[in-house]
Antibody
Framework: QVQLVESGGGVVQPGRSLRLSCAAS????????MHWVRQSPGQGLEWVAV????????NYADSVKGRFTISRDNSKNTLYLHMNSLRPEDTALYYC?????????????WGQGTLVTVSS | DIQLTQSPSSLSASIGDRVTITCRAS??????LAWFQQKPGKAPKSLIY???SLRTGVPSRFRGGGSGTDFTLTISGLQPEDFATYYC?????????FGGGTKVEIK
């Protein structure tokens, strides 16, 4: 069965960096686009970034463009989110989500999330 | 960007009730509209895609409808496990966007 397991969250000071990972199993990772979606405490869902299956296409929400970088290692079945210049408003539970195809934007599986808290 | 407006933001209902949640898009989404259910402390779960296609394994009491800019999620015969927050999401264009959510509570 499809499993997505996020890790790397924690408490970080404003302006610092953090790297999140998402380990995937139960499907052919290199055949699908992958996303990051976040949810601030008690709030709704916000899409963050996508990377296509072959790594050639990426897209970002305006709120993170220029600060966050999505990447993947298909040989390790792992998705990453490199977060720089973190702000308090980046505090959220970060989910990785599998696309139903390449990067058409329809999510079919989600991980359980990893919590990032940006605070001094 | 396509904005999605859900209504109501919350509702109270009883077991067995039929409830309808509305999602209105600021632009035509070409029916690239999905619905998710989220319970406290859990990841969202996919219910409906392409506006009205039921995800495998989702009970038939969940029904999606609508087209263009106006969509609905109807739950017929509310069950105890259906009390949750529901989100719509468009995947017609990037950036992907979600509605603000509708919390379904027990009356």
């Amino acid at each position: 069965q499809v499993q997505l397991v996020e890790s790397g969250g924690g408490v970080v000071q404003p302006g610092r960096s953090l790297r999140l990972s998402c380990a995937a199993s139960g499907f052919i990772f290199g055949d699908y686009g992958m996303h990051w979606v976040r949810q601030s405490p008690g709030q709704g869902l916000e899409w963050v970034a996508v990377m296509s299956s072959d790594e050639t296409n990426k897209n970002y929400a305006d709120s993170v463009k220029g600060r966050f970088t999505i990447s993947r290692d298909n040989s390790k079945n792992t998705l990453y989110l490199h977060m720089n210049s973190l702000r308090p408003e980046d505090t959220a539970l970060y989910y990785c989500a599998k696309d139903s195809w390449d990067w058409n934007g329809r999510f079919d599986y989600w991980g359980q999330g990893t919590l990032v808290t940006v605070s001094s | 960007d396509i904005q999605l407006t859900q209504s109501p933001s919350s509702l109270s209902a009883s077991i067995g009730d039929r409830v309808t949640i509305t999602c209105r898009a600021s632009h035509d989404t070409s029916n690239s509209l999905a619905w998710f259910q989220q319970k406290p402390g859990k990841a969202p779960k996919s219910l409906i895609y392409a506006a009205s296609s039921l995800r495998t394994g989702v009970p038939s009491r969940f029904r999606g409808g609508g087209s263009g800019t106006d969509f609905t999620l109807t739950i017929s015969g509310l069950q105890p496990e259906d009390f949750a927050t529901y989100y719509c999401q468009q995947y017609n264009s990037y950036p992907l966007t979600f509605g603000g959510g509708t919390k379904v509570e027990i009356k």
